[in-house]
């Protein structure tokens, strides 16, 4: 025998440089010429087996081998084997001890070349689900290929923890992928090319915290396409190592909740310039949001889709498959999961549109690297169950569970113009299902919908019924999953006129005292019952919620009670709301006012009979405006709409009891009572001491006032002018002349009195002197003869002193004869009168012997003698 050829293949083994790195399964197309063989030398690590998957143009002879039986089968053709068939395709798993294992692919059943596509996968792997291009139906395998413009990954993460001892630089211990991985086909004039892209969650699953990634990577396997300059998007190109070149961006995290459904979304279009990739996602309601789109400039291109075949590989070795799977955090970590039950499923859209599943799903991914050591993957419920565990089962589509679906809620009765309500349960069957809704009225009023649905469970919709009137109708909910299995129900429903609400008798505002807001509603259409939520606000903001009015059917008048509040501006909403949801609201402005009261009370608390006197009263607060009530002695005199002003007149003396009283349209009243004492009109009497006064004399005036209502207030007037006030004045008249002297007295009432008397003003006293002094031969000026007079002042009398003795005290003009001594004589006349202005005038005269005349007499005496003594002479 001649020897056997061997092909051996070698492996090109990837550094791993990316955050989300490429597979280490090994998958490829060989050809196998007749009578040679091609074998792998394959390491199982975790003693948990190896997962084959193959398919040939012929019938071959599949072996697996351990290292001896190797040998000895590459030495003489023959050799045992662990496990040995012959077919042209398998798709097994072998459970296998850690340890180094030969499979070989032997062409020795046909003289012709066979073409083999292989996949031999083992743990740690990339877990979840995923679609090679390949159907396995009875043990046969059937490549197959689909163009697709979108995928959609649904995730519901129900528990996951990840742990890795020693994850790779920059990697959590904690962190984990879930992962859409699909090959993006772009045909251009020149040749085709194929990018991956990646749509994904990682999560740090320690503390629940998540966020979207994506890459693009070229998978052609010649220089990249990519660089900044021909990738446009929120992200960037960048560079590995070993030269390789991929696009990356990512959204913050985010915290996760527990459960949470996610939809992962890749969709795809194009133009003559290149591929245009959107990457968003969907919470369990809501619409895509689309975090990444990118442009990739591929001049020339005549399509691009997403490819999934089964036929071939990737111009750069790697599968053209669809996968939505669970590894780790990225950079090619392993990780370990002590928790895992995460719901997944994966739903295509073809380029006509049409919805569908994947054809035929596997547990494993081939085309990334970051992997999980303890998962698999069951059919569960109409999905596919990512938990922990060992086991392999490569016919995912094998257990389809039976549809079961229900309608646990719905609308019986709603208004016009609003959608129709219904929460579906659904599970099992084969994804996507199409809910299909009809509802139809005797009349052949019709309304139908359809949506789909890609994830079974728990989901409410809403229908528009906006071209349906009010009547009585039938709904009709069906659901078909894909295989066509279906199940409905029917309902009655009711569609009512529009909501309306009229709000009447509104009070706009109130006193603190009567807290209440009042209205009266007339309510018709909508959906019965009707709810009544009232809320109160201000500038801060809603206070509260003070009143709900629930079950409400008819006409009713309605208080609300808002004792508690301030005094202030407010906003009252009044919202009513139907059992269909229809909602009316009305808006209306509030105002708590101060109860009224007298703030200003102006009175006079004294006053005269007869008197005419103005009180005056100032209400503030209240409500509207405010009524004036005056009461005189418990008697209502006078009243009107801000009659601030009452004039008082009493007309007998005595006490008067006043009241005012002010109340504002609501009734609320607040009054004053003050007493008023009415005294008899003062009486005043005016003093001068004299009508006749001197000139520069001051003297005083005075008034005494009585009765009336102190205290008084005097004013002093000259001929009209005004000098002073008090009650007693000091007057000094300097010019000669008769003045008027006027005193005016006003008493607190205001009650006046004029009273006036005249007086003259005379010059002072002035004296006038006459005097005639007598004397004698011997002695002159012996005594004076004087005649005094006195002019001007009042009832003057004067004095009369001589030497400094007084010597007369005289009432009128008098002539008097004073002796004088001998000597100086000093005279002097006072004239005084009544005022003390006083006239003065002094003498003074000599008194004296007259020497000449006695000398006179000596002589005469003398000769007298000498002639006598002559004689006598003569004679003797």
């Given at each position: ?31 196998i ?46 050799s ?152 446009k ?76 075949d ?44 049409t ?47 039976q ?57 409410t ?64 259409g ?15 903001g809603i ?24 005094i ?52 503030e607060?209240?409500?509207g ?9 418990n008697?209502?005199v006078?009243s ?36 008023i ?148 004589n ?6 005084k ?18 020497y ?25």
């Amino acid at each position: 025998m001649r020897l056997i050829n061997i092909l051996l293949l070698a492996m090109l083994f990837l550094p791993i440089f990316s955050f989300f790195t490429l597979s280490m399964s090994l998958a490829d197309q060989i050809q196998i010429p007749p009578h040679y063989y091609f074998s792998i030398s394959y390491n199982v690590t975790q003693g948990n087996g190896i997962d084959v998957i193959f398919y040939a143009s012929s019938p071959i002879t599949f072996m697996i081998m351990t290292p001896s039986q190797f040998y000895q089968f590459n030495q003489t053709d023959l050799s045992q084997s662990i496990y040995s068939t012959t077919t042209n395709s398998l798709s097994r798993f072998f459970p296998l001890k850690s340890g180094q294992y030969y499979i070989v692919f032997y062409n020795n059943i046909s003289n012709n070349l066979v073409t083999l596509n292989y996949y031999i996968l083992s743990r740690p792997l990339p877990t979840g689900i995923a679609d090679y291009g390949l159907k396995v139906n009875n043990s046969v395998i059937s490549p197959y290929i689909e163009k697709i413009k979108s995928v959609i990954g649904a995730v519901e993460i129900n528990k996951l923890l990840a742990y890795n001892l020693t994850p790779p630089a920059g990697i959590s211990q904690y962190s984990a992928s879930i992962q859409l991985n699909v090959v993006l086909q772009v045909n251009t004039i020149g040749g085709s090319q194929q990018i991956w892209l990646q749509n994904v969650i990682q999560i740090d699953t320690n503390n629940n915290f998540y966020s979207f990634l994506d890459n693009i990577w070229n998978f052609t396997g010649k220089i990249s396409i990519l660089s900044n300059s021909t990738v446009k998007g929120n992200g960037i190109v960048y560079v590995t190592n070993n030269g390789n070149d991929y696009y990356a961006y990512g959204t913050n995290f985010s915290t996760l909740l527990i459960p949470s459904l996610k939809y992962l979304l890749i969709n795809t279009s194009y133009t003559s310039q290149g591929p245009m990739i959107s990457f968003g996602y969907m919470n369990q309601s809501g619409s895509p949001i689309w975090y990444d789109n990118v442009t990739i400039l591929i001049p020339n291109t005549l399509s691009a889709y997403i490819l999934v075949d089964g036929y071939n590989f990737t111009a750069g070795g790697l599968a053209y498959d669809a996968e939505l799977i669970l590894g780790g955090g990225g950079n090619g970590e392993f990780t370990f999961f002590n928790e895992s039950n995460v719901e997944l499923a994966m739903i295509y859209q073809y380029l006509n549109g049409t919805l569908a599943p994947p054809k035929f799903l596997f547990p494993f991914g081939l085309d990334t690297e970051e992997s999980a050591d303890n998962l698999y993957t069951v059919s569960y419920n109409g999905v596919y169950l990512a938990t922990n565990g060992y086991q392999v089962i490569n016919n995912l589509n094998e257990n389809v569970s039976q549809l079961r679906f229900n309608v646990v809620n719905y609308t019986k009765a709603t208004d016009q113009n609003f959608p129709y309500i219904f929460t579906i349960n659904v599970s099992g069957g084969v994804l996507p299902y199409k809910l299909n809704v009809t509802i139809s009225n005797s009349s052949g009023n019709e309304l139908s919908g359809y949506t789909y649905v890609l994830f079974p469970s728990v989901s409410t919709y809403y229908l528009p019924l906006t071209p349906l009137s009010p009547s009585n109708y039938t709904v009709k909910i069906k659901l078909i999953d894909f295989n066509g299995n279906s199940k409905s129900y029917k309902f009655p429903l009711t569609i009512n006129p529009p909501l309306k609400v009229q709000i009447l008798n509104v009070t706009n505002y109130t006193d603190l005292v009567l807290p209440y807001f009042n209205f009266t509603s007339i309510i018709s259409g909508g959906t019965k019952p009707y709810n009544i939520t009232i809320t109160i606000s201000n500038d801060s903001g809603i206070l509260s919620e003070t009143y709900k009015i629930i079950n409400y059917t008819s006409v009713a008048y309605y208080t609300v009670n808002m004792k508690g509040y301030s005094i202030g501006k407010y906003t009252i909403q009044i919202e009513v709301k139907d059992y269909a949801g229809s909602i009316n609201i009305s808006k209306y402005n509030f105002t708590i006012n101060p109860n009224p009261y007298i703030s200003t009370l102006v009175y006079t608390n004294e006053t005269d009979k007869g008197l005419r006197g103005v009180i005056k009263a100032i209400g503030e607060g209240g409500s509207g405006s405010l009524i004036y009530y005056w009461y005189v002695n418990n008697s209502l005199v006078s009243s009107g709409i801000g009659d601030e002003l009452y004039n008082f007149t009493p007309s007998n003396i005595g006490e008067y009891n006043i009241t005012i009283m002010v109340k504002d349209v609501l009734g609320i009243s607040s009054a004053k009572s003050v007493i008023i004492k009415v005294n008899p009109d003062p009486v005043a009497e005016l003093s001068v001491p004299k009508t006749v006064i001197d000139s520069g004399a001051e003297f005083p005036v005075n008034v005494t006032v009585s009765l009336g209502t102190p205290p008084y207030y005097t004013s002093w007037y000259i001929n009209g002018s005004y000098v002073g006030n008090g009650s007693i004045k000091e007057l000094n008249l300097s010019n000669i002349g008769v003045y008027i002297i006027t005193v005016t007295v006003r008493d607190s009432a205001s009650y006046i009195i004029n009273i006036s008397k005249s007086v003259s003003i005379v010059p002072p006293p002035s004296l006038s002197v006459k005097e005639q002094t007598q004397g004698n031969f011997i002695q002159y000026n012996t005594s004076i003869a004087l005649s005094a007079s006195v002019n001007g002042g009042t009832n003057p009398y004067y004095l009369i002193f001589l030497n400094g003795k007084l010597v007369g005290n005289y009432s009128s003009t008098t002539q008097l004869q004073l002796k004088l001594q001998n000597g100086e004589n000093n005279i002097t006349l006072v004239a005084k009168d009544l005022w003390g202005k006083t006239a003065v005038k002094t003498l003074i005269v000599n008194s004296g012997y007259n020497y000449v005349g006695i000398g006179i007499i000596v002589g005469i005496i003398l000769i007298i003698v000498i002639i006598v003594i002559l004689v006598i002479s003569k004679r003797k």
